[in-house]
């Protein structure tokens, strides 16, 4: 749900999801002298009480020594920025949220104007489409202090229903639609989400097994694919799954897919009935990191054609076809990409001709982003999409990393790419990170894993967004990284959603509220490092202004090196059509 208002010179531009409200603001021309900040109230129909929105920064001369972790009201320190979420709204809940100018000094902020916004959050399961989005992010302040920073081994179930936030119900409860004379056909890479699990709560190989014993007729198919290293030792999930399916006692359900060359999939088709009824995709794989620790999310396609159509794939999947051109021609004829993207769900199947044509079909989607692109990227950013990022224009451009660069054989030229697209002035890019110390800004020190071993530590979704904040935005999203191999190699699904505005606004929440996580945690390691080569570095916004300074780069689109001023048009909806 979106709700934009304009009172007494303010600006609300509020986007709601499920579990996060985003709101974009500005404010008029006779408002920027001597303003300090906003500061944020909101009242919960739910809780029926009213709470001042809170955060970390403080004016040094009221509060010059906080205890690491503290928060404080914004109506005493107030929000020197253009933007705000709130990450602690709940599914299908109306708040109301009152948002105040603030000018003076410090120890005397007077309030010179407000302006009200009502919204209501989406409701998680709705309509055709259904999003379920974890944390995604281990390394979290409040992480660390709701569970003392232990692992959740340690920590126990309520450590893991915090990082699961719904993801893990969700696939739960989709399995547990299938009764007595239904279907349900999986197609699954890393397949291992069971009964070793000592700490969790709901289990998902059983669940698998506990609706074949209902009656409904289960299948899947797991990456069974034979690879071995240089030393001679297996690798990919091969050998985890295989132990996973046997400790659960579901090898009857389950086939190995052994021609492949990565069989990334996951997702899940539903029958009922003998009819088709919806598709469970998604980036998540079933294991213990992929659910909890970095970020994911699992999507509900409530729709017969785009059920029926992933049903055509698994079993093209179900023949163990090598990777060659007829069978990657059989997907192309599957999911042809559209000469014009209709209205709707689109659906993508991999892997397709060595032309790259999906790979050219997103990057073209990209390219004709009017005002906004946001994308995220788990293995580095191909130059397909470098080449978008790299063009200087008015479209605000932002890209999540979980790295800068692909291999370590391309290590240097990539990282220099990434460092050369982000000095433009319409592009902003945030890598994964956590904040190691306590030293700094009193941060408390975030873990960065919930295991030992791991391939991903913050990002692995894998969607774009193309003018999020429109009448008619387009997320593209699934089981593929937007890479060469995700294209022409790997078993993989994308969907391409074009007009939905609900599902647009709650992956464009939980982006932002990403972004914003791992691009502070980015310039805490910049400045870490500085410090390591030059001796303590002073970082500036470790206070808040006392002047009106801070907003200068917010109005300057001549001098807008950090996007401050493109963000704060677009986010306020002066610049999304």
């Known amino acids: 749900m979106r709700k934009k208002i304009n009172q007494n010179g303010i600006t609300i531009n509020a986007i709601a999801g499920t579990y996060v409200v985003f709101l974009g603001l500005n404010i008029v021309d006779n408002l920027r002298q001597g303003f300090r900040g906003f500061?944020?109230?909101?009242?919960?129909?739910?809780?029926?009480?009213?709470?001042?929105?809170?955060?970390?920064?403080?004016?040094?001369?009221?509060?010059?020594?906080?205890?690491?972790?503290?928060?404080?009201?914004?109506?005493?320190?107030?929000?020197?920025?253009?933007?705000?979420?709130?990450y602690s709204a709940k599914p299908g809940i109306t708040y109301n949220y009152k948002v105040f100018c603030l000018y003076?000094?410090?120890?005397?902020?007077?309030?010179?104007?407000?302006a009200e916004v009502q919204i209501t959050t989406e409701h998680e399961i709705d309509g055709i489409h259904s999003v379920f989005f974890n944390r995604g992010s281990i390394a979290t302040q409040e992480y660390a202090r709701r569970f003392l920073n232990k692992k959740p081994s340690e920590a126990g179930k309520g450590a893991y229903e915090w990082l699961s936030r719904g993801l893990l119900e969700a696939l739960i409860n989709f399995i547990g639609r299938a009764g007595t004379g239904d279907?349900?056909?999986?197609?699954?890479?890393?397949?291992?989400?069971?009964?070793?699990?000592?700490?969790?709560?709901?289990?998902?190989?059983?669940?698998?097994?506990?609706?074949?014993?209902?009656?409904?007729?289960?299948?899947?198919?797991?990456?069974?694919?034979?690879?071995?290293?240089?030393?001679?030792?297996?690798?990919?999930?091969?050998?985890?799954?295989?132990?996973?399916?046997?400790?659960?006692?579901?090898?009857?359900l389950c086939v190995g897919r052994c021609n492949a060359k990565l069989m990334h999939n996951k997702f899940f088709v539903l029958k009922k009935n003998n009819?088709?009824?919806?598709?469970?995709?998604?980036?998540?794989?079933?294991?213990?990191?992929?659910?909890?620790?970095?970020?994911?999310?699992?999507?509900?396609?409530?729709?017969?054609?785009?059920?029926?159509?992933?049903?055509?794939?698994?079993?093209?999947?179900?023949?163990?076809?090598?990777?060659?051109?007829?069978?990657?021609?059989?997907?192309?004829?599957?999911?042809?990409?559209?000469?014009?993207?209709?209205?709707?769900?689109?659906?993508?199947f991999s892997p397709r001709g060595t032309k790259l044509d999906a790979l050219d079909f997103y990057q073209k989607l990209a390219s004709e982003a009017k005002n906004g692109l946001f994308m995220t990227f788990a293995f580095g950013m191909h130059q397909k999409f470098t080449d978008v990022y790299g063009n200087q224009d008015k479209v605000l451009k932002m890209a999540l990393l979980?790295?800068?660069?692909?291999?370590?054989?391309?290590?240097?030229?990539?990282?220099?790419?990434?460092?050369?697209?982000?000095?433009?002035?319409?592009?902003?890019?945030a890598i994964g990170n956590r904040i190691k110390t306590n030293s700094f800004?009193?941060?408390?020190?975030?873990?960065?894993?919930?295991?030992p071993k791991l391939h991903v530590y913050w990002i692995h979704t894998k969607y774009m967004l193309i003018d999020p904040l429109s009448d008619e935005p387009i997320v593209v999203g699934g089981s593929a990284n937007f890479s060469k191999a995700s294209t022409d190699s790997n078993d993989e699904n994308m969907l391409v959603i074009k007009g939905d505005k609900r599902i647009a606004d709650i992956y464009f929440g939980e982006y932002m509220r990403l972004f914003s996580h791992y691009s502070f945690r980015e310039s805490v390691k910049k400045s870490l490092d500085l410090e390591k080569i030059n001796g303590p570095q002073e970082w500036k916004p470790q206070f808040l202004e006392t002047t009106d300074k801070w907003i200068e780069d917010y109005f300057s689109q001549a001098n807008d090196k950090s996007a401050r001023c493109l963000r704060r048009l677009y986010f306020s909806g002066e610049n999304t059509e």
């Open 39 to 86: 500061a944020i109230k909101r009242y919960d129909s739910d809780e029926h009480e009213d709470v001042w929105l809170r955060g970390m920064k403080t004016f040094e001369t009221i509060q010059a020594s906080p205890a690491l972790g503290e928060t404080f009201v914004s109506i005493k320190h107030p929000i020197q920025g253009f933007q705000w979420s709130d």
């Open 104 to 114: 003076g000094e410090p120890s005397d902020l007077q309030i010179k104007a407000d």
């Open 183 to 252: 279907e349900l056909y999986g197609a699954v890479y890393e397949f291992q989400y069971g009964v070793k699990n000592k700490n969790q709560y709901d289990d998902i190989l059983l669940a698998l097994k506990s609706a074949s014993e209902r009656g409904a007729e289960v299948k899947i198919i797991f990456d069974d694919v034979e690879e071995y290293d240089k030393k001679g030792e297996a690798v990919g999930p091969r050998v985890a799954n295989r132990a996973a399916i046997a400790m659960v006692g579901i090898e009857q």
């Open 275 to 348: 009819d088709f009824k919806a598709v469970w995709t998604g980036s998540t794989n079933l294991t213990e990191n992929g659910i909890f620790g970095h970020s994911n999310l699992g999507h509900i396609v409530e729709d017969k054609d785009v059920a029926e159509e992933f049903y055509s794939y698994w079993e093209r999947l179900s023949k163990d076809p090598k990777i060659d051109d007829s069978y990657r021609k059989l997907n192309m004829d599957a999911s042809p990409i559209p000469s014009e993207l209709k209205t709707g769900t689109t659906t993508v």
């Open 402 to 429: 979980e790295k800068a660069f692909r291999s370590p054989n391309t290590k240097e030229a990539d990282e220099a790419t990434i460092a050369r697209i982000r000095r433009l002035d319409n592009v902003v890019v």
């Open 441 to 451: 800004d009193r941060w408390l020190a975030e873990i960065d894993r919930i295991i």
